[in-house]
Protein backbone atom coordinates (compact mmCIF):
# COMPACT_ATOMS: atom_id res chain seq x y z
CA UNK A 1 0.00 0.00 0.00
CA UNK A 2 1.24 3.42 -0.85
CA UNK A 3 1.78 6.76 1.21
CA UNK A 4 -0.27 9.61 0.72
CA UNK A 5 2.88 11.04 -0.02
CA UNK A 6 2.96 9.91 -3.40
CA UNK A 7 -0.96 11.46 -4.05
CA UNK A 8 -0.09 14.64 -5.35
CA UNK A 9 -0.76 17.89 -3.22
CA UNK A 10 -4.78 17.47 -3.86
CA UNK A 11 -4.72 14.03 -2.48
CA UNK A 12 -2.65 15.40 0.15
CA UNK A 13 -4.97 18.28 1.46
CA UNK A 14 -8.33 15.79 0.99
CA UNK A 15 -6.69 13.88 3.27
CA UNK A 16 -5.81 16.64 6.06
CA UNK A 17 -9.49 17.80 5.77
CA UNK A 18 -10.70 14.21 6.64
CA UNK A 19 -8.27 13.96 9.80
CA UNK A 20 -9.25 17.37 10.81
CA UNK A 21 -13.62 16.47 10.02
CA UNK A 22 -12.14 13.06 11.99
CA UNK A 23 -11.16 15.22 15.08
CA UNK A 24 -13.80 17.70 15.12
CA UNK A 25 -17.20 16.26 14.42
CA UNK A 26 -17.19 14.00 17.57
CA UNK A 27 -16.70 17.23 19.48
CA UNK A 28 -19.20 19.37 18.03
CA UNK A 29 -22.07 16.25 17.87
CA UNK A 30 -21.20 15.94 21.97
CA UNK A 31 -21.79 20.29 22.51
CA UNK A 32 -25.44 19.33 21.00
CA UNK A 33 -28.55 18.11 23.35
CA UNK A 34 -28.38 14.40 24.37
CA UNK A 35 -30.75 12.43 22.61
CA UNK A 36 -34.22 10.92 24.16
CA UNK A 37 -33.27 7.79 26.02
CA UNK A 38 -34.70 5.64 28.16
CA UNK A 39 -33.27 3.11 30.74
CA UNK A 40 -34.98 0.18 31.72
CA UNK A 41 -35.18 -1.86 35.77
CA UNK A 42 -36.83 -4.65 36.82
CA UNK A 43 -38.69 -4.49 40.66
CA UNK A 44 -36.17 -6.73 42.57
CA UNK A 45 -37.85 -5.93 46.37
CA UNK A 46 -41.23 -5.03 47.39
CA UNK A 47 -43.05 -4.78 50.76
CA UNK A 48 -44.88 -2.63 53.62
CA UNK A 49 -42.53 0.06 54.66
CA UNK A 50 -41.55 -0.83 58.34
CA UNK A 51 -40.86 1.79 60.88
CA UNK A 52 -40.08 0.69 64.46
CA UNK A 53 -37.44 3.01 65.17
CA UNK A 54 -39.15 3.08 68.93
CA UNK A 55 -41.02 0.31 70.09
CA UNK A 56 -42.24 1.35 73.44
CA UNK A 57 -43.13 4.97 71.76
CA UNK A 58 -45.01 3.22 68.90
CA UNK A 59 -47.08 0.47 71.28
CA UNK A 60 -46.80 1.30 74.75
CA UNK A 61 -49.38 -1.50 75.84
CA UNK A 62 -47.30 -3.78 74.02
CA UNK A 63 -43.88 -2.67 74.95
CA UNK A 64 -45.45 -2.75 78.75
CA UNK A 65 -45.33 -6.61 78.84
CA UNK A 66 -43.05 -7.08 76.09
CA UNK A 67 -45.59 -8.30 73.75
CA UNK A 68 -47.09 -7.64 70.36
CA UNK A 69 -50.14 -8.12 68.87
CA UNK A 70 -49.57 -11.05 67.65
CA UNK A 71 -49.28 -12.49 71.00
CA UNK A 72 -52.64 -11.34 71.97
CA UNK A 73 -53.70 -14.72 70.00
CA UNK A 74 -54.40 -17.05 72.67
CA UNK A 75 -57.12 -18.14 75.55
CA UNK A 76 -57.76 -14.80 76.20
CA UNK A 77 -58.96 -13.77 72.85
CA UNK A 78 -61.22 -16.08 71.31
CA UNK A 79 -63.17 -14.73 68.19
CA UNK A 80 -66.28 -15.97 66.67
CA UNK A 81 -68.21 -15.70 63.30
CA UNK A 82 -71.55 -16.51 62.39
CA UNK A 83 -73.18 -16.34 59.17
CA UNK A 84 -77.01 -17.57 58.53
CA UNK A 85 -76.59 -19.16 62.34
CA UNK A 86 -74.06 -21.00 61.52
CA UNK A 87 -70.29 -20.76 62.61
CA UNK A 88 -67.77 -19.92 59.98
CA UNK A 89 -63.73 -19.72 60.43
CA UNK A 90 -63.05 -16.48 61.24
CA UNK A 91 -59.68 -15.83 58.77
CA UNK A 92 -62.15 -16.29 56.11
CA UNK A 93 -65.06 -14.00 57.31
CA UNK A 94 -63.67 -11.52 59.45
CA UNK A 95 -66.59 -9.55 58.72
CA UNK A 96 -68.40 -11.43 60.83
CA UNK A 97 -67.16 -11.97 63.44
CA UNK A 98 -69.49 -10.61 66.83
CA UNK A 99 -66.85 -8.56 68.20
CA UNK A 100 -63.93 -6.00 67.05
CA UNK A 101 -60.64 -7.25 68.72
CA UNK A 102 -59.36 -3.77 68.91
CA UNK A 103 -55.97 -4.40 68.31
CA UNK A 104 -53.33 -2.08 69.88
CA UNK A 105 -52.46 0.24 66.74
CA UNK A 106 -49.33 2.35 66.19
CA UNK A 107 -49.23 5.84 68.37
CA UNK A 108 -45.39 7.05 67.53
CA UNK A 109 -45.51 10.04 64.82
CA UNK A 110 -43.06 8.68 62.53
CA UNK A 111 -43.68 6.55 59.32
CA UNK A 112 -42.92 6.66 55.59
CA UNK A 113 -45.58 8.15 53.02
CA UNK A 114 -46.24 11.10 51.08
CA UNK A 115 -49.19 14.06 51.83
CA UNK A 116 -52.05 12.50 50.34
CA UNK A 117 -54.16 15.02 51.56
CA UNK A 118 -55.69 14.04 54.31
CA UNK A 119 -56.49 15.30 58.05
CA UNK A 120 -54.21 16.95 60.32
CA UNK A 121 -54.71 14.72 62.78
CA UNK A 122 -53.94 11.63 61.04
CA UNK A 123 -50.56 13.19 59.54
CA UNK A 124 -47.12 11.36 60.53
CA UNK A 125 -43.81 12.30 60.29
CA UNK A 126 -41.57 11.11 57.36
CA UNK A 127 -38.21 9.94 58.62
CA UNK A 128 -36.35 10.85 55.77
CA UNK A 129 -38.00 14.06 54.41
CA UNK A 130 -39.40 15.27 57.31
CA UNK A 131 -42.71 15.99 55.82
CA UNK A 132 -46.01 15.58 57.27
CA UNK A 133 -47.54 12.10 55.61
CA UNK A 134 -50.47 9.78 55.44
CA UNK A 135 -49.95 6.11 56.49
CA UNK A 136 -52.97 4.85 58.07
CA UNK A 137 -52.48 1.06 56.73
CA UNK A 138 -48.74 1.68 59.19
CA UNK A 139 -51.37 2.99 61.61
CA UNK A 140 -53.12 -0.10 61.89
CA UNK A 141 -50.61 -2.92 61.34
CA UNK A 142 -47.93 -1.53 63.26
CA UNK A 143 -47.70 -3.08 66.61
CA UNK A 144 -48.22 -6.70 64.80
CA UNK A 145 -45.00 -9.09 65.47
CA UNK A 146 -44.80 -9.45 61.72
CA UNK A 147 -43.96 -5.84 61.20
CA UNK A 148 -43.19 -4.65 64.62
CA UNK A 149 -39.47 -4.24 65.90
CA UNK A 150 -38.51 -4.59 62.29
CA UNK A 151 -36.09 -1.82 61.43
CA UNK A 152 -36.09 -0.84 57.60
CA UNK A 153 -35.78 -1.97 55.39
CA UNK A 154 -36.47 -5.35 57.13
CA UNK A 155 -39.44 -7.33 55.51
CA UNK A 156 -42.26 -8.12 57.09
CA UNK A 157 -42.13 -11.77 57.92
CA UNK A 158 -45.15 -12.76 55.52
CA UNK A 159 -44.79 -10.69 53.06
CA UNK A 160 -41.11 -12.09 52.73
CA UNK A 161 -42.51 -15.65 52.25
CA UNK A 162 -44.49 -14.97 49.57
CA UNK A 163 -42.39 -12.53 48.01
CA UNK A 164 -39.73 -14.47 47.27
CA UNK A 165 -41.90 -17.71 46.33
CA UNK A 166 -43.40 -15.07 44.07
CA UNK A 167 -40.19 -13.84 42.66
CA UNK A 168 -39.49 -17.23 41.45
CA UNK A 169 -42.62 -18.59 39.72
CA UNK A 170 -44.74 -15.23 38.66
CA UNK A 171 -43.66 -13.05 36.14
CA UNK A 172 -42.09 -9.85 36.99
CA UNK A 173 -42.46 -6.29 36.92
CA UNK A 174 -40.52 -3.96 34.94
CA UNK A 175 -40.74 -0.07 34.73
CA UNK A 176 -39.35 2.08 32.12
CA UNK A 177 -38.01 5.68 32.77
CA UNK A 178 -38.19 8.03 30.09
CA UNK A 179 -36.18 11.53 29.74
CA UNK A 180 -34.60 13.80 27.09
CA UNK A 181 -31.31 13.42 29.66
CA UNK A 182 -31.51 11.09 32.16
CA UNK A 183 -28.28 12.12 33.74
CA UNK A 184 -29.91 15.26 34.70
CA UNK A 185 -32.96 16.77 36.13
CA UNK A 186 -35.68 17.23 34.44
CA UNK A 187 -39.00 16.26 33.30
CA UNK A 188 -39.71 12.36 32.77
CA UNK A 189 -42.28 9.26 31.72
CA UNK A 190 -42.24 6.34 33.97
CA UNK A 191 -44.25 3.63 32.58
CA UNK A 192 -44.80 0.20 34.74
CA UNK A 193 -45.55 -3.39 32.91
CA UNK A 194 -45.72 -6.73 33.80
CA UNK A 195 -42.60 -9.16 32.17
CA UNK A 196 -43.61 -12.61 30.49
CA UNK A 197 -41.46 -14.35 32.81
CA UNK A 198 -40.10 -14.41 36.52
CA UNK A 199 -37.16 -12.52 37.40
CA UNK A 200 -33.59 -13.56 37.17
CA UNK A 201 -31.44 -14.31 40.43
CA UNK A 202 -27.56 -14.31 41.07
CA UNK A 203 -25.40 -15.67 42.98
CA UNK A 204 -26.34 -14.55 45.92
CA UNK A 205 -29.96 -15.14 45.46
CA UNK A 206 -30.50 -11.26 44.73
CA UNK A 207 -31.63 -10.37 41.45
CA UNK A 208 -29.41 -9.84 38.51
CA UNK A 209 -28.90 -6.75 36.55
CA UNK A 210 -28.71 -6.22 32.81
CA UNK A 211 -31.12 -9.51 31.81
CA UNK A 212 -33.22 -8.39 29.37
CA UNK A 213 -37.51 -8.91 29.96
CA UNK A 214 -40.28 -9.00 27.14
CA UNK A 215 -43.01 -6.92 28.17
CA UNK A 216 -46.49 -8.43 28.26
CA UNK A 217 -48.72 -7.09 25.54
CA UNK A 218 -51.41 -7.35 27.90
CA UNK A 219 -52.29 -3.49 29.24
CA UNK A 220 -54.11 -4.87 32.68
CA UNK A 221 -50.79 -3.96 34.31
CA UNK A 222 -49.81 -1.11 32.38
CA UNK A 223 -49.50 2.14 33.96
CA UNK A 224 -47.58 5.09 32.21
CA UNK A 225 -47.18 8.57 34.76
CA UNK A 226 -45.71 11.63 34.42
CA UNK A 227 -42.49 12.94 37.14
CA UNK A 228 -39.28 14.23 37.33
CA UNK A 229 -35.92 14.21 38.17
CA UNK A 230 -35.11 16.19 40.92
CA UNK A 231 -31.79 16.96 42.53
CA UNK A 232 -31.34 13.04 41.13
CA UNK A 233 -34.30 11.86 43.09
CA UNK A 234 -37.14 10.83 40.72
CA UNK A 235 -40.47 12.13 41.73
CA UNK A 236 -44.04 11.10 40.70
CA UNK A 237 -46.77 13.11 42.62
CA UNK A 238 -50.33 12.00 41.09
CA UNK A 239 -51.50 9.17 39.13
CA UNK A 240 -53.29 5.95 39.22
CA UNK A 241 -51.39 2.50 39.54
CA UNK A 242 -52.51 -0.70 38.67
CA UNK A 243 -50.27 -4.17 38.48
CA UNK A 244 -51.33 -7.74 38.63
CA UNK A 245 -49.69 -9.62 40.75
CA UNK A 246 -50.12 -13.39 42.45
CA UNK A 247 -50.10 -15.98 45.74
CA UNK A 248 -48.76 -16.44 47.89
CA UNK A 249 -48.16 -12.06 47.64
CA UNK A 250 -50.46 -10.21 46.90
CA UNK A 251 -53.10 -10.69 44.23
CA UNK A 252 -52.40 -6.77 43.03
CA UNK A 253 -50.86 -3.76 43.73
CA UNK A 254 -53.89 -0.82 43.15
CA UNK A 255 -52.88 2.61 44.41
CA UNK A 256 -54.96 5.50 43.50
CA UNK A 257 -53.31 9.00 44.34
CA UNK A 258 -50.61 7.27 43.50
CA UNK A 259 -46.73 8.86 44.46
CA UNK A 260 -43.24 7.59 43.95
CA UNK A 261 -39.84 8.68 45.46
CA UNK A 262 -36.76 6.70 44.49
CA UNK A 263 -33.14 7.40 45.29
CA UNK A 264 -30.96 6.63 42.31
CA UNK A 265 -27.68 4.49 43.93
CA UNK A 266 -24.03 4.79 42.16
CA UNK A 267 -24.70 0.99 40.56
CA UNK A 268 -27.67 2.34 38.41
CA UNK A 269 -30.16 0.60 40.92
CA UNK A 270 -33.30 2.67 42.77
CA UNK A 271 -34.73 2.58 45.97
CA UNK A 272 -37.47 4.07 47.58
CA UNK A 273 -41.02 4.71 48.00
CA UNK A 274 -44.61 3.69 46.05
CA UNK A 275 -47.54 5.00 48.34
CA UNK A 276 -50.92 6.24 47.52
CA UNK A 277 -54.53 5.30 49.03
CA UNK A 278 -54.80 1.33 48.24
CA UNK A 279 -58.03 -0.85 48.57
CA UNK A 280 -57.66 -2.36 52.04
CA UNK A 281 -59.77 -5.58 50.79
CA UNK A 282 -57.26 -6.53 48.21
CA UNK A 283 -54.31 -5.81 50.98
CA UNK A 284 -56.18 -7.90 53.45
CA UNK A 285 -56.46 -11.14 50.71
CA UNK A 286 -52.81 -11.79 51.63
CA UNK A 287 -53.23 -11.86 55.14
CA UNK A 288 -57.28 -13.79 55.07
CA UNK A 289 -55.25 -16.54 52.42
CA UNK A 290 -52.36 -16.90 54.41
CA UNK A 291 -53.77 -16.88 58.24
CA UNK A 292 -51.23 -18.42 59.96
CA UNK A 293 -48.41 -15.90 60.74
CA UNK A 294 -50.86 -12.94 60.85
CA UNK A 295 -54.28 -11.78 62.45
CA UNK A 296 -56.81 -11.69 59.74
CA UNK A 297 -59.27 -10.39 62.30
CA UNK A 298 -57.41 -8.24 63.84
CA UNK A 299 -56.44 -6.45 60.74
CA UNK A 300 -59.72 -6.40 58.78
CA UNK A 301 -61.48 -4.58 62.28
CA UNK A 302 -58.76 -1.65 62.47
CA UNK A 303 -58.56 -1.29 58.34
CA UNK A 304 -61.89 -0.71 58.22
CA UNK A 305 -61.95 1.78 61.17
CA UNK A 306 -58.59 3.77 59.94
CA UNK A 307 -59.40 3.58 56.47
CA UNK A 308 -59.48 7.15 55.29
CA UNK A 309 -60.47 7.90 51.38
CA UNK A 310 -63.37 6.93 48.63
CA UNK A 311 -66.41 6.46 50.95
CA UNK A 312 -68.82 3.92 49.99
CA UNK A 313 -72.10 6.50 48.51
CA UNK A 314 -74.56 3.59 50.07
CA UNK A 315 -72.81 3.01 53.27
CA UNK A 316 -70.17 5.65 54.29
CA UNK A 317 -67.40 3.21 54.65
CA UNK A 318 -64.24 4.42 53.13
CA UNK A 319 -62.98 1.94 50.46
CA UNK A 320 -59.63 3.03 50.45
CA UNK A 321 -56.60 3.60 52.94
CA UNK A 322 -53.56 5.49 52.82
CA UNK A 323 -50.57 2.85 51.81
CA UNK A 324 -47.01 3.23 51.75
CA UNK A 325 -44.43 0.35 50.13
CA UNK A 326 -40.77 -0.15 49.72
CA UNK A 327 -39.47 -0.96 46.78
CA UNK A 328 -36.11 -1.72 44.77
CA UNK A 329 -35.23 -2.03 41.38
CA UNK A 330 -32.13 -3.14 39.11
CA UNK A 331 -31.26 -2.03 35.51
CA UNK A 332 -32.54 -4.52 33.00
CA UNK A 333 -33.08 -4.51 29.23
CA UNK A 334 -36.92 -4.39 27.95
CA UNK A 335 -38.27 -5.69 24.74
CA UNK A 336 -41.24 -5.99 23.44
CA UNK A 337 -42.81 -9.54 22.27
CA UNK A 338 -41.10 -8.60 18.33
CA UNK A 339 -37.52 -8.12 19.33
CA UNK A 340 -37.62 -4.37 19.59
CA UNK A 341 -35.55 -3.09 22.39
CA UNK A 342 -37.47 -0.52 24.17
CA UNK A 343 -35.24 0.51 27.46
CA UNK A 344 -31.84 -0.40 27.91
CA UNK A 345 -30.25 -1.06 31.23
CA UNK A 346 -27.75 1.68 32.11
CA UNK A 347 -25.40 1.40 35.39
CA UNK A 348 -25.13 5.21 35.86
CA UNK A 349 -27.33 7.25 38.45
CA UNK A 350 -30.22 9.32 37.51
CA UNK A 351 -29.47 13.25 37.59
CA UNK A 352 -25.62 14.24 37.90
CA UNK A 353 -23.75 11.92 40.13
CA UNK A 354 -23.23 14.76 42.97
CA UNK A 355 -27.22 15.69 42.96
CA UNK A 356 -27.73 12.03 43.59
CA UNK A 357 -25.49 11.46 46.05
CA UNK A 358 -26.35 14.36 48.17
CA UNK A 359 -30.03 13.41 47.86
CA UNK A 360 -29.54 9.97 49.30
CA UNK A 361 -30.89 9.52 52.91
Same mark, same amino acid.
Given at each position: ??????????????????????????????????????????????????????????????????????????????????????????????????????????????????????????????????????????????????????????????????????????????????????????????????????????????????????????????????????? %?????? #????? *?? =???? !???? &? @?????????????????????????????????????????????????????????????? %?????? #????? *?? =???? !???? &? @????????????????????????
Amino acid at each position: MRSDRTYGPAARILSRVALLAAVVLPSVLSATPAAAETRGYVISWFATAVNTRDFATDCPLAAKDNKTAADALGPARKDTAMVDGKPVPTSSYPAAVQKDPDIETIKGKFAYGFDLGGPAKNKFVDPDTGGKVDNQLWRAIGCHSNFARRPPPEMPYSEALGWNAMLDSAPGWVMQISGADLSHDGPVTVTLDRALRHVERDARGGVRNNVTYIIDPATRSHNELSGEIKR %GVLNIT #SGVIF *MV =ADLP !FYTQ &V @DLANAHIRMNSDNDGSLEGYWGGHADWHAWMYLYTARPAASDPVGFYWALRKLADADPDPAT %GQNRRI #STTWR *MQ =AVPA !FLAN &V @DGKVLATASSEPLGSPSQAAAALP
